[in-house]
């Protein structure tokens, strides 16, 4: 069964960095796209980046463009997202997800979750 | 960016009732990357309908999706308990991909 599980969550000072992982299993991580999503407690969800399968293209929103980067080692079957100058507002727990195919297409599969709380 | 407008915000409505969603595109999506999510409190969102239309595995048939172009729809034919949370319709076709702000459902 398809599993994803985040983990590097926690409370950062603003200005500083965090790294999130997830770990997959349960499919041929290699072969699909995969997503980064954040949710603000309370609030709706919000597409962070997307890395395609093979990691030649990569894909932000305009909120943390410049700021964070998302990469994957498909030798580990993990996902990455690098967090700098961290700011209050992105104060969220963040999905991974799993793409349907290439990076594209609905996410089928989510992980559980990883807060993050920046805050002095 | 494609922006997309969910209607209502809240619906009140009981047991055994039908809930028609709407999701609207600021323009034109292709069927293929509009999807519709479930999420309960404290859980991950939940994937429903992708491809406008076609069920996720596991979905029962009370859920089904239509629509086209800028004007898509999420129909619950019969609520269940276990139905009322929120829901939202996402576009995967262009970056930046995108979310409503969500439809919550909830019990009158």
């Known amino acids: 069964q398809v599993q994803l599980v985040e983990s590097g969550g926690g409370v950062v000072q603003p200005g500083r960095s965090l790294r999130l992982s997830c770990a997959a299993s349960g499919f041929t991580f290699s072969n699909y796209g995969m997503h980064w999503v954040r949710q603000t407690p309370g609030k709706g969800l919000e597409w962070v980046a997307l890395?395609?399968?093979?990691?030649?293209?990569?894909y932000y929103a305009d909120s943390v463009k410049g700021r964070f980067t998302i990469s994957r080692d498909n030798s580990k079957n993990t996902l990455y997202l690098q967090m700098n100058s961290l700011r209050a507002e992105d104060t969220a727990v963040y999905y991974c997800?799993?793409?349907?195919?290439?990076?594209?297409?609905?996410?089928?599969?989510w992980g559980q979750g990883a807060l993050v709380t920046v805050s002095s | 960016e494609i922006v997309l407008t969910q209607s209502p915000g809240t619906l009140s409505l009981s047991p055994g009732e039908r809930a028609t969603l709407s999701c609207r595109a600021s323009?034109?999506?292709?069927?293929?990357?509009l999807a519709w999510y479930q999420q309960k409190p404290g859980q991950a969102p939940r994937l429903l309908i992708y491809?406008?239309?076609s069920r996720a595995t596991g979905i029962p048939d009370r859920f089904s999706g239509s629509g086209s172009g800028a004007d898509f729809t999420l129909t619950i034919s019969r609520l269940e308990p276990e139905d009322f949370a929120v829901y939202y319709c996402?576009?995967?076709?262009?970056?930046?991909?995108?979310f409503g702000q969500g439809t919550k459902v909830e019990i009158k």
């Open positions: 890395i395609l399968y093979d990691g030649s293209n990569k």
């Open positions: 997800a799993k793409d349907r195919g290439s990076g594209w297409y609905a996410h089928d599969f």
């Open positions: 996402q576009q995967s076709g262009s970056s930046p991909q995108t």
């Open positions: 491809g406008a239309s």
């Open positions: 323009q034109s999506v292709s069927s293929s990357y």
